[in-house]
């Protein structure tokens, strides 16, 4: 089946702790992104990369890394995370070519304290 | 700077009823245009796109969008509403030139009355 898989789905952590949330897709798309969500204000594109080691800042990128070493992996890191980053983050896909609909994981929902 | 504006972040309507959501965007030139759906603790997933071909375009679960150009704005409809439509629906745009990179609406919470 394809699908983009998130890690974790719900996670409650401490500010300044490390931690890293996974992004795989199965459908050997070139392009990969990540967004956060926000109550009012949508989806907003924090990186994305057009493919491996291709990565660029979305909207609101301060506070997050992400990588691309293969192109079925496109981790979110945050280094020294914040109450701000409190929020639902989504991965997504799509083929690189054209103009083609993006493919969505479940979610993972992230609460610093 | 290009923009997507969702009218209402919430409309409800009984169940049975007319649903209408709007979108409307800023650029005078068309771009490519998708509805998206989000159920409660789901992603999203694309309900419809336009891509020139149509001006009105048929998705999943009975909803549709027209596109109109003079009005900027790619409206969905469903003629009758279900329980199982509630969720919340995303409106968003992309263009060649910025490598269709999805500019997206705020979202609009569809509430059904039963």
């Known amino acids: 089946e394809a699908q983009v898989t998130q890690n974790p789905r719900y996670l409650i952590t401490v500010t300044g702790k490390k931690l890293t949330v996974t992004c795989s897709q199965n459908?050997?798309?070139?392009?990969m992104s990540w967004y956060r969500q926000d109550p009012g204000l949508g989806l907003r594109q924090i990186y994305y990369?057009?493919?491996?080691?291709?990565?660029d800042k979305g909207d609101v990128p301060e506070g997050y890394k992400v990588s691309r070493k293969e192109k079925r992996n496109f981790p979110l890191i945050l280094e020294s995370p914040s109450p701000n980053q409190t929020s639902l983050y989504f991965c997504?896909?799509?083929?690189?070519?054209?103009?083609?609909?993006?493919?969505f994981g479940d979610g993972t929902r992230l609460s610093i304290l | 700077a290009q923009s997507v504006t969702q009218l209402g972040s919430h409309v409800s309507v009984s169940e049975g009823a007319l649903v209408l959501l709007r979108c409307n965007y800023s650029?005078?030139?068309?771009?490519?245009l998708f509805w998206y759906v989000q159920y409660p603790n789901q992603g999203l997933q694309l309900l419809l796109k336009?891509?020139?071909?149509a001006t009105l375009v048929k998705g999943i679960n009975g909803f549709e969008a027209e596109f109109k150009k003079s009005e900027t704005s790619f409206h969905l409809t469903k003629p009758s509403a279900h329980m199982s439509d509630a969720a919340e629906y995303f409106c968003?745009?992309?263009?060649?030139?910025?490598?269709?990179?999805?500019?997206w609406g705020a979202g609009t919470k569809l509430i059904i009355k039963p």
């Open positions: 997504a896909s799509r083929p690189g070519t054209g103009n083609q609909p993006q493919h």
């Open positions: 459908m050997n798309h070139e392009y």
């Open positions: 990369s057009m493919n491996v080691e291709v990565t």
């Open positions: 650029s005078s030139v068309p771009p490519y």
């Open positions: 336009y891509t020139s071909a």
């Open positions: 968003a745009v992309s263009y060649a030139d910025s490598n269709y990179q999805l500019i």
